[in-house]
Structure formats: C-alpha cells, structure tokens
C-alpha cells in the first residue's frame, strides 16, 4: 500500500511508478540514503507501460538482462518476457528498497513551478478519474524534481481517422484501450481480427491472438524490420550455470548491450550487410511458406525505425500454420463488415485493430514555471540527455531508441545522485545547465525518422552537436562521460549556487 497523501516536502519528488520511477526510487535508496523522496503516480498501481497494456501478448521487446535494473539480476533463462513478468520484477525491486510507502497513487502532477528565492518547487496535484484529473488542486514542494512519467500519452494514443469507419458493423479497438472481452481463447476463437499496422505493437499482438484461435491479418502500407530470435540463448544459460548470479548477470548484460549497440552501429555504417543479415533470417523462419516480397522487405534501412523483434519466430510460425495472414496495401474505405483496399480486395473482420502508434508527451504534458516565466522546452538545450539549460533542478528519464530503455534510466539516475551529492559537499542548493545560445540545434532525437517521432519531436528540447548538449544514443558513449573516472560533475556548464537574499531593513 501506498501513501493516501503525499508530504508537504520532500527532497525529492519523483513523478511516475513505472520502470523508470521506481528504480529512480531504488538508486536513491542506495546512494542519498539521508534524502527524503516521494513518488507521485496518476494511476492506481505501479508499472507504468506494463500496467497500462493490456493487449494480450504484451512483452518487452528488449532483452530482460538490459531491461533489468543494473541492480537487480533477472534470474531466468527467458529473454524476452510478458507484461506481468515485468511488473512482478519492478514490484519486487520496489519490496526490496521499501519504495511503495514512500508513493501516492491516483494522482497526477498538473503543474510545476520553481522559486529561486527558496530554491524549491512548487507542484500541484490532483486526483485522477478514468484517466483524467479532477478536483481541487493540492500543492508540494521539492528541491529536485524527477519526471519519470515516459515520453508518450497515457491518454491520446496516435489514432488517425479512416474513411468510412462510422459504417463498420464490428468493433474497433486500440491496443493502448484493449478490452477485457478479447484476451481469452473462448473470446477470440473464430474471430476474424484485422490489425492495422506493422510496428512492434502489431508483431507481438498477432502471434498472441492467433494462438487463441483468431483468424488475423495483418494490414500494414510497408513492412517493417524483424529480428525472429531465440528466447533462449545458449552463452547466456552457460554463463548462468557457471558464474554466481550477480557475475553472471553483469555479463550477460555486457555481452548483449555490446552486440545491440554493434549491430545499430552496422546499421548506420553499412545498411545493406544488416539487410542482408535479417532477409537470411526472416526467410528461413518463412520456409518458403509465404512470400518475403513485398511484405517483409522494407524499402528503408534497418534502425531507420526501432527494430522489431519476434521471439523465437512466432508471428512466423502463426503464419506458416495459416493462422495469421499479411496484407500489404493501402485502405480505400471501411465498410460494414470489414475493409475495402485500393487493390479491390476485401478484409472482412469482426474486429479492427488500428495499432497506429503512440503520441508522444514531453515532461508528462507539464510545462515548467521558472520565477513566474513558462518555459517552452522546445527553446532549450537538452544537457546529456536528461536536464534542461536555464532550468534549474528538474530532471527527466527518457531510455534508448535503439537499445534498453533501462539501460539509459539506471545510468541517469546514478548521475542525478552524484549531482544530489556534489550539492550536498558544496552547500548549493541549485544545479543548473548553462548554455551558449548560439549552438548548432539539431533535434532531440535525429536520424530515426520514425512516425511517431517525426510528429512530436519538434516539442522537445534541442541536441546540439557537443557535449554535454547532446542526447547520445550510444550506451557505451554514455556510460563514460556519466559514470566514467573522468567524468565531472562539476564541469563548468552545469552552475551550482544558493539563493542570495538581500537584507531585510530592520
């Protein structure tokens, strides 16, 4: 159980239970153990994506000894795991450091405002009901805000609108709202689901609903890049029979970061041998069974859009054994009982999915207050990934797009605890970047053209093209300049100080 009210004040307040929030809370624990800390969490329970998600099927698509905590092993031979797997681990870390009774559930952070008089933030907190909040306003403060509330809307997934979609006959349905009336094989069987699109959401879905006797098709305008590999690897289950766990675990989670970093690398320097590498797997999982042209070669280059992966083949395997199907071409017009293509075909469905994608939402949709001046984070340089010039004690944990999301959050988190600890020894109570405003701006995230990239990218905050104005991608990069020996803290761009007030005249 969690707190009913949050404190007045905290030295910390953490905003967000899920992945990233709860091993933020963790770190804390183990490295500022005199802070004080809160967490704050809109909805009713821990785990973030993995509590939201409902969709069956619904699994990392990151490997789990990256996407663990460097803290915390993952003590199975299973790489790629399910949603509740997930949640259990996170809830598991959270009983380990005594985390839950420091979070307030069912409320949602709304506004954030700093005073460099008092060196304090001020937030204000509402309840939150069917998603939404509501009511009065309370207020907190804190000296360091952490927003670890992920980088898309809980709320507002992407859902284009379809021509003729008010005349279907069935149901539609977005993966981020699933139902609870289609996750059981007696709910599914026979059921013909088409699912448009053919991102991550879309291959780890379909394998999991035609498992449960559905008929699916996928409908996708262009495929996109999939990894069929194994759930098991056979260095990592002899790595975990030699080695203690913890070694063993440090290991793996060297190896596999180390070759996915590799292979992104490839992708960018020579597309067409990662091309190559992926066609050769794809087309043996197919054995010769479907067609790989034209619905399993992208016209873009691999990491060109966040690689997805297919955990022992599956979605392969369902369509082999003629329980799913891919269609690849564009939508003319919904109609009564299914969907009518530019090519004349027709899908008919009982159910359409539209895994469309997400919407991306910098900062939770808060936007911060500095001394009474709202500041648009497009205007701001970005400082190593996590921080904003000309704001002072706000932090934010936004993971990798092309490798574990957890390898960037624990990363973070340590370095905010070394900032914590550089404002400890030197009595400051304000950290905050300062840039040259004249830099190269480039975008948050570049060279990853991504379509729910592309769309909100704009409204985060600028890269420019040195350190620390950058937001690497590469976690061998980042583990250096963060945690390195050679690493400052105290790097001359960062400003730490304490508020100066004038003399009250007696």
């Known amino acids: 159980m969690g707190n009913e009210t949050a404190p007045k004040h905290v030295d910390v307040l953490i905003v967000g239970a899920g992945l990233s929030g709860i091993g933020m809370a963790c770190h804390l624990t183990r490295e500022c153990p005199t802070k004080s800390y809160a967490i704050v969490e809109a909805r009713d329970a821990m785990g973030g994506t993995w509590d939201l998600f409902k969709y069956p099927g619904i699994r990392t698509d990151s490997d789990m000894y990256t996407f663990g905590y460097d803290f915390k092993p993952w003590k199975s031979n299973i790489a790629i795991v399910e949603a509740s797997l997930i949640k259990t681990y996170i809830q598991e870390a959270a009983d380990e450091y005594d985390v839950t009774r420091h979070i307030t559930f069912g409320k949602r952070v ?46 507002e997934p992407h859902r284009p609108d379809f021509p003729g979609e008010a005349s279907f ?38 394998p999991a609903i035609a498992e449960k006797g559905a008929h699916v098709t996928m409908l996708q305008r262009t495929p996109s890049w999939i990894a069929p590999l194994p759930q098991k690897n056979p260095v990592v289950i002899g790595l975990r029979k030699l080695l203690p766990e913890k070694v063993a675990y440090q290991a793996i989670r060297k190896i596999n970061s180390f070759r996915t970093e590799l292979i992104y690398k490839q992708s960018r320097k020579n597309p067409d041998k990662v091309k190559k590498l992926l066609n050769r797997e794809v087309t043996k999982a197919l054995d010769g069974q479907f067609p790989m042209d034209p619905h399993f070669t992208p016209s873009y280059n691999p990491w060109d859009q966040r690689l997805c992966l297919a955990p022992d083949g599956d979605i392969f395997t369902a369509i082999k054994e003629g329980r799913a199907n891919v269609v690849t071409e564009h939508i003319d017009t919904f109609d009564e009982t299914g969907i009518l293509l530019k090519n004349g075909d027709h899908l008919d469905a009982d159910v359409i999915v539209t895994a469309t994608g997400l919407q991306m939402l910098a900062l939770g949709g808060v936007t911060p207050v500095v001394d009474g001046n ?96 950058t937001a690497s991608q590469s976690y061998s990069h980042d583990k250096k300049t963060l945690l390195g020996p050679d690493a400052e803290i105290d790097d001359g761009v960062m400003e730490f100080s304490s508020p100066v007030r004038e003399p009250v005249d007696a």
């Open 110 to 155: 709304v506004d954030a405002s700093w005073d460099s008089d008092a060196s304090v933030w001020t937030v204000e907190i509402r309840d939150v009901i069917d998603g939404e909040p509501t009511g009065a306003a309370s207020s907190m403060t804190c000296g360091w805000l952490q927003m670890c509330s992920g980088y898309y809307s809980y709320n």
């Open 169 to 206: 006959g069935g149901e539609i349905v977005h993966p981020q709202f699933w139902p609870d009336h289609l996750q059981t094989h007696e709910q599914l069987d026979g059921k013909k689901i088409v699912v448009i699109g053919s991102g991550a959401t879309a291959v780890t879905l379909i």
């Open 374 to 469: 709202p500041i648009d984070l497009a205007e701001t340089f970005t400082y190593k990934g996590f921080m904003y010039s000309g704001i002072p004690n706000l932090g934010t944990t936004f993971g990798y797009i092309n490798a574990s999301w957890t390898l960037r959050a624990d990363l973070i988190a340590r370095y905010i605890c070394r900032i914590l600890q550089q404002m400890d020894a030197h009595d400051a109570t304000r950290a905050m970047p300062i840039a040259d405003p004249d830099m190269p701006k480039r975008p948050y995230v570049d060279d990853f053209p991504a379509g729910y990239m592309q769309r909100s990218i704009h409204t985060f905050p600028k890269q420019s093209d040195r350190d620390p104005w």
